[in-house]
């Protein structure tokens, strides 16, 4: 069965970076494009972009340009999302969530991690 | 960039009624929507996909409709695991626009 299992709950100070990893089992990691969404508490989703685990091409919401970078490791199925110069309105959970679509990004995404929760606080 | 809205941004209902939510597109988006629902403390999951594509494994009592700007989703008959919270996003651009959500609780 599909799978997507993140990392644990990080708590950083403002202007440092976090780093959350997304491990993928049961299908090929390589098959499928990871995005990353996040959602600020009692607030909506936010869709903060895509890295392509076949190529690791990447495309990122404007907002997030500059701050964020999308990797992947292959060899252990699992990607990355790092999200640099944090501010307090980062504080957020960070889903990973797979494409649904074979090869090509369609964005309905159709399996979640369980969410990192990330606190920035001084 | 496209933007997209929800009505109600809540409702509430009982147990058996039929419940509908609209999302609306700034610009035309043809088919490309799809519908989610969240519980508390839960990732989201993914309902419906093409606008009208019943994703596998979810209950037929959902439906979603329409196409351009406007669209909605129907639950025929609220059952007691459906009150949560729905998110339309819009596809058919290269950003995965969210609407704002639209919770539903116990009347």
């Known amino acids: 069965q599909v799978q997507l299992v993140q990392s644990g709950a990080e708590v950083k100070k403002p202007g440092a970076s976090v780093k959350v990893s997304c491990k993928a089992s049961g299908y090929t990691f390589t098959g499928y494009y990871m995005h990353w969404v996040r959602q600020a508490p009692g607030q909506g989703l936010e869709w903060m972009g895509w890295i392509n685990p076949n190529s690791g091409g990447t495309n990122y919401a404007q907002k997030f340009q500059g701050r964020v970078t999308m990797t992947r490791d292959t060899s252990i199925s699992t990607a990355y999302m790092e999200l640099s110069r944090l501010r307090s309105d980062d504080t957020a959970v960070y889903y990973c969530a797979r494409d649904s679509k074979w090869l090509r990004v369609k964005y309905y995404f159709d399996y979640w991690g369980q969410g990192t929760l990330v606190t920035v606080s001084s | 960039d496209i933007q997209m809205t929800q009505s109600p941004s809540s409702v509430s209902a009982s147990v058996g009624d039929r419940v509908t939510i609209t999302c609306r597109a700034s610009?035309?988006?043809?088919?490309?929507l799809a519908w989610y629902q969240q519980k508390p403390g839960k990732a989201p999951k993914l309902l419906i996909y093409?606008?009208?594509s019943l994703q596998s494994g979810v209950p037929s009592r959902f439906s979603g409709s329409g196409s351009g700007t406007d669209f909605t989703l129907t639950i025929s008959s609220l059952q007691p695991e459906d009150f949560a919270t729905y998110y339309c996003?819009?596809?058919?651009?290269?950003?995965?626009?969210f609407g704002p959500g639209t919770k539903v609780d116990i009347k």
């Open positions: 610009q035309g988006i043809s088919s490309w």
């Open positions: 996003q819009q596809a058919n651009s290269s950003l995965g626009t």
């Open positions: 093409a606008a009208s």
